[in-house]
């Protein structure tokens, strides 16, 4: 092969090389270009979540209009993305909604308010995250599973209100739960009743004095 073409051959080979390496580099400055676009922090101010957190309230009476089963798919996947530790995702949802089920909830608790349909928050003890020996976070990620699907609800126009006041044990009971699953939270769910109102511990705040310390 003469020498010309040999030296042509090796200028094409590192104009590929080239190339090969240039073309990465130009695809991360795109992803950095489409970053910048995204507003900071200090500007992604999300006022509608404001809204969202300040208009919702617990209702404590419920229209018997049955929730529809879109919304609540919705809901439970919103509760889906909630954050768990170590994404252990030990929640376990039952959805009481049939005659049978809604009137053992009212057997256990008298913080159902008429509502068609509850959310029943349990955690597995088969997929909980331990803390220590004798504790897990269990409680806590279910609650905040519990948030997501609140908000969602009332993002989709309707009323929730958690309830603690049940013994956990009546719920194992009368739902007939096997021996891991732990009731932590009740939730009725639906369409608010006409008549229904905040209370007045909706707007009753401590001021953020009270409640936060900076250090
Ligand atoms: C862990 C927890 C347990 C609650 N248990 C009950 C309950 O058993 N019955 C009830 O009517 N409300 C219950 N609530 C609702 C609170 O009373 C209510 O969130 C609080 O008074 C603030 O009012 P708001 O939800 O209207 O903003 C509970 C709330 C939480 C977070």
């Given at each position: 092969m003469p020498i010309d073409s040999n030296s042509n051959n090796m200028k094409k080979l590192s104009f590929i090389i080239l190339l090969a390496l240039a073309l990465p580099l130009c695809a991360c400055c795109g992803q950095k270009k489409e970053q910048k676009n995204e507003p900071d922090m200090e500007t992604k101010v999300n006022k509608d979540f404001m809204d969202l957190a300040a208009g919702r309230y617990s209702v404590r009476h419920f229209s018997p209009k049955p929730v529809e089963q879109e919304k609540i798919d919705l809901i439970l996947e919103a509760g889906k993305l909630a954050p768990t530790a170590v994404n252990s995702q030990p929640q376990m949802i039952y959805v009481l909604r049939s005659e049978e089920a809604i009137a053992k909830a009212n057997q256990i608790t008298r913080c159902i308010y008429g509502a068609p349909q509850a959310f029943m928050f349990c955690y597995d003890d088969n997929r909980v995250c331990r803390r220590?020996?004798?504790?897990?976070?269990g409680d806590i990620d279910v609650t905040i599973v519990l948030t997501h699907m609140m908000l969602e609800a009332y993002n989709l126009g309707l009323g929730t209100c958690p309830v603690g006041a049940f013994n956990p044990d009546d719920a194992k009971k009368v739902f007939d739960l096997p021996d891991n699953i732990h009731p932590i939270l009740l939730m009725p769910f639906g369409y608010a009743a006409d008549d229904a109102k905040p209370s007045a511990m909706h707007t009753t705040y401590r001021s953020l004095d009270e409640t936060v310390v900076y250090k």
């Amino acid at each position: 092969m003469p020498i010309d073409s040999n030296s042509n051959n090796m200028k094409k080979l590192s104009f590929i090389i080239l190339l090969a390496l240039a073309l990465p580099l130009c695809a991360c400055c795109g992803q950095k270009k489409e970053q910048k676009n995204e507003p900071d922090m200090e500007t992604k101010v999300n006022k509608d979540f404001m809204d969202l957190a300040a208009g919702r309230y617990s209702v404590r009476h419920f229209s018997p209009k049955p929730v529809e089963q879109e919304k609540i798919d919705l809901i439970l996947e919103a509760g889906k993305l909630a954050p768990t530790a170590v994404n252990s995702q030990p929640q376990m949802i039952y959805v009481l909604r049939s005659e049978e089920a809604i009137a053992k909830a009212n057997q256990i608790t008298r913080c159902i308010y008429g509502a068609p349909q509850a959310f029943m928050f349990c955690y597995d003890d088969n997929r909980v995250c331990r803390r220590g020996e004798n504790d897990n976070y269990g409680d806590i990620d279910v609650t905040i599973v519990l948030t997501h699907m609140m908000l969602e609800a009332y993002n989709l126009g309707l009323g929730t209100c958690p309830v603690g006041a049940f013994n956990p044990d009546d719920a194992k009971k009368v739902f007939d739960l096997p021996d891991n699953i732990h009731p932590i939270l009740l939730m009725p769910f639906g369409y608010a009743a006409d008549d229904a109102k905040p209370s007045a511990m909706h707007t009753t705040y401590r001021s953020l004095d009270e409640t936060v310390v900076y250090k």
